[in-house]
Each structure stands twice: as structure tokens, then as C-alpha cells.
């Protein structure tokens, strides 16, 4: 079974960087392929990014290539979101998810992921 927690987020001025975390509390993390999707008021669910099971591949979206790294680190269970150059647009709910039959196609659908942590807010001022 997989219980995903984020943590990390927070308010921080445009141009600032947070790092998110997301720890799984059960035994099978390195099973799954993990991602970060974010989702603001009134918009839909989105991708952020996503890391292979054994982390030796990693998607991002194209708005955030260059400022966001994703990481993982299988022996601790965890999941992160390095967030640097941090915009107002960037503004949303943070969530991180797990799946395990994904592929360079689905990464970037939410419906191919399982698991769900409760989201951590993200908020950056201008």
C-alpha cells in the first residue's frame, strides 16, 4: 500500500526557491514511478514532473524546464521538487502520485496514477 505525504510548500517572493518532499509511508516505493502535478483555482489538475522507478529518467513540463528538479531517494521513500526561479504563475496545490505502469507516453496523465498525497500548498507573491 502507498501513503503519500507532501511537505515543503510555503509563500515566497517571486524569484525564490522551495523544495518539496513527499514520503511514502508504506513498503513498496521503488515500485512505483512518481510525479508532482499542481492545480490551481479554477484550473485543472497539471503536470509538473515526474521521475522513472529507478530514477535514471526524468520528465518535466515545458514550463518548468530549467527552474524545477525532480529526485528520489529509494531508500528513504521519498520524492522531491527542487522549485528555484519561482514565478506567481507557479502559484497551486502541489500533489505528488504514484503509478506503476507507466511509460514515456503517460507520464503526464493524471488518470494513469494511482496513489495521492493531500497536496501542499504553494504561494508566490509578487
Known amino acids: 500500500q502507498v501513503q503519500l505525504a507532501e511537505s515543503g510548500g510555503g509563500l515566497v517572493q517571486a524569484g525564490g526557491s522551495l523544495r518539496l518532499s513527499c514520503a511514502d509511508a508504506?513498503?513498496?516505493?521503488?515500485?512505483?514511478?512518481m510525479g508532482w502535478f499542481r492545480q490551481a483555482p479554477g484550473k485543472e489538475r497539471e503536470f509538473v514532473a515526474a521521475?522513472?522507478?529507478?530514477?535514471?529518467?526524468?520528465y518535466y513540463a515545458d514550463f518548468v524546464k530549467g527552474r524545477f528538479t525532480i529526485s528520489r531517494d529509494n531508500a528513504q521513500n521519498t520524492v522531491s521538487l527542487q522549485m528555484n526561479s519561482l514565478k506567481p504563475e507557479d502559484t497551486a496545490v502541489y500533489y505528488c502520485?504514484?503509478?506503476?505502469?507507466?511509460?514515456?507516453?503517460?507520464?503526464?496523465?493524471?488518470?494513469?496514477?494511482?496513489?495521492w498525497g493531500q497536496g501542499t500548498q504553494v504561494t508566490v507573491s509578487s
Open positions: 502520485a504514484a503509478g506503476d505502469s507507466l511509460d514515456s507516453d503517460t507520464y503526464y496523465d493524471p488518470e494513469k496514477y494511482g496513489y
Open positions: 508504506g513498503r513498496s516505493f521503488s515500485w512505483y514511478a
Open positions: 521521475i522513472s522507478r529507478s530514477g535514471g529518467r526524468t
